[in-house]
């Protein structure tokens, strides 16, 4: 409380203070996952595989004949060893047949969310090019509703989610593709960390405008991810190359 002058004017502010002393996360990130795939892409066979089929088809062989833990099988222990794993799901988990018009149109059975499950996966960014377009709105709200069941939450944009973990720290996370709203970013990242109170907060943005081969950060990228930090972002994440790209630490974040 504040008093000031002879009126004795006062203002209340509340302040949250964080106690019990430091408490340490591990939080693993993978950039895009795609289950299933698109029907109408029928690879070449080779020696591994020999039977001409749909890369839908081929991957369901697969699913069946070595199970849900086989995709993951060289990072399970990494993902299932930390408190948070968050992935890019570029994709659908529905049956429905309504697909977009696009060059891909990318889903897998609902079943195959075990897939992820299984591998320690517990937050899925949906802010991609697939997710809300290749099987329209039924396909996004069926795929939030299955990654939803697994115990997974899905993230994007203003939709945000978070994860509380095992010794109470509380994560928040949201998603943006590309052109993203700077104010839309500041403003989201401001609600997980007043109006829910995280402890953390991970931006997860699916850039860019070049070619998905580009393996240098370009200035956008890098400008944008700055901006998230100053606005109160702890964790910047990127995907959409397909590739292993750079890491910056700024700020402390």
Request: with cysteine; glycine share 10%.
């Amino acid at each position: 409380t504040a008093k000031v002058d002879k009126n004795k004017r006062s203002a209340k502010i509340s302040v949250r203070v964080r106690g019990g002393g430091m408490r340490t996360i591990k939080i693993s990130a993978v950039g895009d996952v795609v289950l299933g795939g698109d029907k109408r892409y029928v690879p070449k066979s080779d020696a591994l595989f020999p039977i001409k089929e749909s890369i839908l088809k081929r991957f369901q062989r697969i699913y069946e004949t070595m199970g849900p833990d086989h995709f993951f099988r060289n990072v399970s222990s990494e993902l299932l060893g930390s408190d948070v794993a968050v992935c890019n799901f570029e994709g659908t988990l529905t049956n429905s047949n309504s697909s977009a018009s696009d060059t891909y149109n990318f889903k897998a059975p609902p079943g195959y969310v075990s897939i992820l499950s299984n591998a320690g996966i517990n937050a899925a960014c949906l802010a991609n090019n697939h997710a809300h377009s290749d099987f329209g709105s039924r396909g996004f709200s069926d795929t939030k509703r299955n990654l939803k069941s697994a115990g997974i939450i899905p993230f994007v944009g203003s939709s945000t989610n978070t994860v509380t973990t095992s010794n109470g720290v509380k994560v928040g996370f949201c998603g943006f593709a590309m052109p993203a709203s700077r104010s839309q970013v500041s403003s989201t990242i401001r609600k997980l960390k007043r109006s829910k109170g995280c402890d953390m907060v991970v931006v997860s943005f699916h850039w860019t405008h070049s070619r998905e081969w580009t393996h240098k950060t370009t200035g956008s990228e890098k400008s944008l991810s700055r901006y998230a930090v100053n606005a109160g972002a702890d964790l910047v994440l990127g995907h959409h190359k397909h590739i292993l790209g750079g890491v910056e630490q700024y700020k402390g974040r």
